[in-house]
């Protein structure tokens, strides 16, 4: 196998250019056979497989930089950039990221997670070159979804501006994670697959072809034919923004690839090189349902059918059946994601209401002003978001809809420790960013009952936002006794009764409070455990009452600073609750890739740990 002996690209530059198809082909194989039993994102790195072999064979790298978009399209540069017999370990604890991270490599440029970055990293990148008057190759490689991002087009124009040299690759497969959405990628595939253009393309092509003229003249020629052809060209909007624009090409021609790139390394000023792949790509299933291959976990190779370990329904699914049952009870209830209909659940209430399901593609921000604006009309927006890509509306939570006092209801998924994405998808900081906004109330419900209770009150909330924040995975199931009456704004749910320890739990914690309590339990000491249903307002009745416990303790997937144990706290001291207090939380770092349970043990937020560290506040109180 020719992948036997390719570790590095200049092990890659040795090759031919017919080697590199076939070394194409083993790096598919080899990356369809880790992924079925790791997990991750599949299609997208099947796609770019050439794409990647063919930068890494013109360019010099490291010395030449290349900045990668996102991060799920990167396998294949992982695999031939040294980290091929780590490969196994991909998404696993103490193993390799799912991501490109410059702790890993020198090849990885700069950390990604989050779609958009990459053009402006890369200008960054060539300015500082510039600076020090180097002479290496800027190379951003970005998805066509991802121009659906705003920073993307921030990048995009100031670089046309400054008209440095920088190249940009546009990764075009018509697909995020959903099909692309937004009008960017719209008019890249209707110029491309308009009639007008591939008909004066193919028969421009076949006249130069037959002319009687020698090379250079013909060569003179087709330019100008190039230069009369852009209003038909899927190029003519980066041209008008500074760009050279080459393309589009087809991202599995090898030496087509090879080629360009090595024509445009001598061309000076910001370059669009635009690439046309198939996501999925040599891999059937994944082909026909690049979706669902997006990001997957473990699967069957022969019949591409996810392993699934429990047949429990994720929280995402039971808030899409939700969303649905009040679409039908309300019609001004509407729903808006950002390029994450599946994820989040929305793909049914999509197909049941097609005209009040709103995918803006990867634009949270706007996502996050659109639903104000429907809020300010007297329409029920429901924002489904995951608790990492929300961090990019930041400004528009509060300058648009808190400050407003809009009634926009953020269904905040994936909150809490997520598991194998690593830092950049973390859902850890949703707690403390929202805390401090004013008029927002923050809940998180224990259960599935739960969950749709909180999605139907917020719907009928009127004093501004309302977030529920809940996990990735599946909902966990509690028994009949602690289902839940009814929802009362700032109102808890005591669950057991115990005079010596009261447990604050929030949303999935509350099953790790419960499991505490029983263990304690058996060493003599009684405690009340809080199912914390929400985390602003607080329960201040509850609060007042902790005055009458030895010590008080509270659970939550969030970072300590800023979150609901750090609330708890200011409460007591205020008030002088003279009581012992013990905040779990995490602590103020990045959170590294790894399953859910193993991260929740080494971050002490497991059974044993806190029921130790339970007794032992209790002990000392005593003494």
């Known amino acids: 196998m020719l992948l036997e002996g390719v570790n590095y690209p200049e092990d890659l530059r040795k090759l031919s250019v017919d080697e590199l198809k076939v070394l194409a082909a083993e790096i598919r194989d080899f990356i369809i056979k880790t992924v079925s039993k790791t997990g991750g994102h599949l299609a997208s790195s099947l796609g770019a497989v050439e794409l990647t072999l063919a930068l890494h064979y013109v360019f010099d790298t490291p010395k030449d930089k290349l900045v990668w978009d996102v991060g799920h399209q990167t396998y294949a540069h992982k695999i031939i950039t040294g980290r091929k017999d780590k490969f196994h370990t991909l998404r696993q604890y103490g193993g390799i990221s799912g991501f490109p ?49 705003g920073i993307a087009y921030e990048g995009l124009d100031n670089a046309g501006y400054i008209d440095t040299d920088l190249i940009v690759v546009v990764n075009d497969n018509n697909m995020s994670i959903s099909p692309s959405l937004g009008s960017i990628s719209a008019y890249l595939s209707k110029k491309m697959s308009g009639p007008v253009y591939n008909k ?60 360009i790139f090595n024509n445009i390394k001598k061309i000076k000023g910001p370059i669009v090189v635009h690439v046309v792949t198939k996501k999925g790509k040599g891999y059937k299933p994944a082909e026909e349902n690049p979706s669902l291959f997006h990001g997957i976990g473990k699967f069957d190779i022969e019949s ?83 608790s990492t890509f929300l961090q990019r509306a930041y400004d528009q939570i509060i300058h648009d809809i808190a400050l407003q006092k809009l009634p926009v209801v953020f269904a905040i998924d994936r909150a809490g420790i997520v598991g194998d994405d690593g830092e950049t998808h973390q859902g850890v900081f949703d707690i403390s960013y929202l805390r401090c906004v004013p008029n927002m109330v923050i809940s998180a419900p224990k259960d599935p009952k739960e969950l749709e209770q909180l999605l139907e009150f917020a719907t009928k909330y009127e004093d501004g936002p309302f977030a ?23 109102r808890w749910q005591r669950l057991t009764d115990g005079e010596d320890l009261a447990i604050l739990a929030v949303g999935n914690c509350v099953k790790t409070a419960l499991n505490v309590s029983e263990k304690l339990k058996l060493k003599g000491i009684s405690s009340s455990v809080f199912n914390a249903l929400f985390i602003k307002p607080m329960d201040e009745d509850v609060l007042r009452s902790l005055s009458s416990y030895k010590a008080v303790i509270t659970i939550e997937e969030n970072v300590a600073i800023g979150g609901f144990g750090e609330g708890v706290a200011k409460f007591l001291f205020e008030n002088g609750i003279n009581v012992s207090f013990r905040q779990f939380a995490l602590p103020d770092v990045f959170i590294e890739h790894g399953s859910q349970d193993i991260l929740r043990q080494k971050y002490n937020l497991g059974v044993d740990y806190i029921t130790s560290q339970s007794e032992s506040l209790l002990i000392n109180k005593g003494s």
């Open 101 to 149: 991270k410059v702790e890993e490599s020198i090849y990885d440029t700069f950390n990604v997670g989050h779609a958009g970055t990459s053009i402006s990293a890369a200008l960054g990148m060539a300015l500082a070159r510039d600076l020090e008057k180097s002479q290496e190759n800027i190379i951003a490689i970005i998805g066509d979804g991802s121009l659906s991002c």
């Open 200 to 259: 004066l393309r193919d028969e421009i092509e076949k006249l130069i072809t037959t002319l009687p003229l020698p090379h250079e003249p013909a060569l003179k020629l087709a330019r100008k034919i190039e230069e009369s052809m852009k209003f038909f060209s899927p190029g003519l909007l980066f041209e008008e923004l500074g760009f050279k624009y080459f393309g589009p090409l087809d991202g599995h021609k090898l030496e087509d690839l090879i080629k």
């Open 304 to 386: 591409g059918k996810p392993l699934k370990s429990t047949k429990n329904k994720s929280c995402s699914s039971i808030f899409g059946d939700k969303v649905v049952d009040l679409m039908s009870k309300n019609p001004n209830v509407v729903a808006i994601t950002a390029a994450m209909l599946i994820g989040t659940g929305l793909q049914k209430a999509k197909d049941i209401y097609p005209d009040r399901v709103f995918d803006v593609g990867i634009a949270e921000q706007h996502a996050t002003t659109m639903a104000g604006g429907l809020a300010m009309k007297g329409y029920k927006p429901v924002v489904a978001i995951y």
């Open 468 to 490: 529920i924040r809940y996990p990735r995975g599946f909902c966990e199931e509690f028994d009949e006794k602690f289902v839940l009456d009814r929802i009362e704004i700032g």
